[in-house]
């Protein structure tokens, strides 16, 4: 059994797992930027400055939207497309309601959560690096969305006060925290009563060497972080939501594929919302 690390040492891992990842990401926004696309593959980070190779095309980034989804964003915006599905398909959003996006990168899925609810909701992103927000503001304004917001802060940290959200989605970027219950628990913290947690998200399965879990450049490249099913589940459970489903959509490494996760927070008794 491996040593356990002590607080000091385990600090220090989380700090370089965020500082990696960081660094990666605003890679990612510079290249898109510059025209490029940044590649959420096991070559590198998910989230890293290295252009996609033409098999990785068909399971990370703006190809898992629809064409009709496509042709109303930014270039920029859908070359810092990252991901590894699409949650703006499986969130089933309402007109008027807040949506949250959990590591908003160069804002795709804000700006299509932003139509989706129409002018009377409201759909904040949040991400940690100036880089992606920069880029983000920009797909905002070229896109003329007036209903979004790009926050600056982490997924462990959320800025917006409890219960203020109706869904919160995500795209490949929970796999990336290195303190996955806090996300959680931040998730049901700014979820109103009956609200939805609707993300994709890299999956691993249950025999995934230990060498690739803790390998740094691995779990930036969005797969050594990944949880399996079974730790999802149990994760959002403690957190308090309910209703758990994690289905996996397709493969994206030997040992981990894409899945869409939701989960909904509890209705309030005597509460009639749906």
Known sequence: ???????????????????????????????????????????GCGCGETVLREEEHEVYGAALYEDGEREVLPDAAKLASLGCGNPTAVAELRAGETVLDLGSGGG???????????????????????EMLELARRNQREAGVQNAEFLQGTI????????????IISN???????????????A?????????FAVTDIVADEDMPEEVRLDIY????CIGGALTPAEFERGLTEAGLEEVEVSETHRVHEHAG????????PQLEGSGRA
Do not use: H
């Not at 049901?188 to 939805?196: F, I, K």
């Not at 691995?218 to 490249?221: D, L, P, Q, T």
């Open 1 to 43: 059994m491996a040593e356990q690390l002590s607080e000091k040492d385990e600090m220090r891992v989380l700090d370089e797992i965020r500082d990696v990842v960081a660094a990666n990401y605003a890679a990612a926004a510079k290249a898109a930027s510059a025209g490029s696309t940044g590649s959420c593959g096991p070559q």
């Open 108 to 130: 795709i899925d804000v700006l299509l959560s932003a139509r989706r609810v129409g002018p009377s909701g409201k759909a904040y992103g949040l991400d940690m690096t100036d």
């Open 156 to 167: 462990e940290e959320v800025p917006l006060p409890d219960d203020s959200v109706d869904v």
């Open 172 to 186: 490949c970027v929970i796999n990336l925290s290195a303190d996955k219950s806090l996300v959680f628990r931040e």
């Open 188 to 196: 049901a913290r700014v979820l109103r009563p009956g609200g939805r």
């Open 218 to 221: 691995e779990w930036s490249g």
């Open 258 to 265: 894409s899945a869409i996760v939701t989960a909904r927070m």
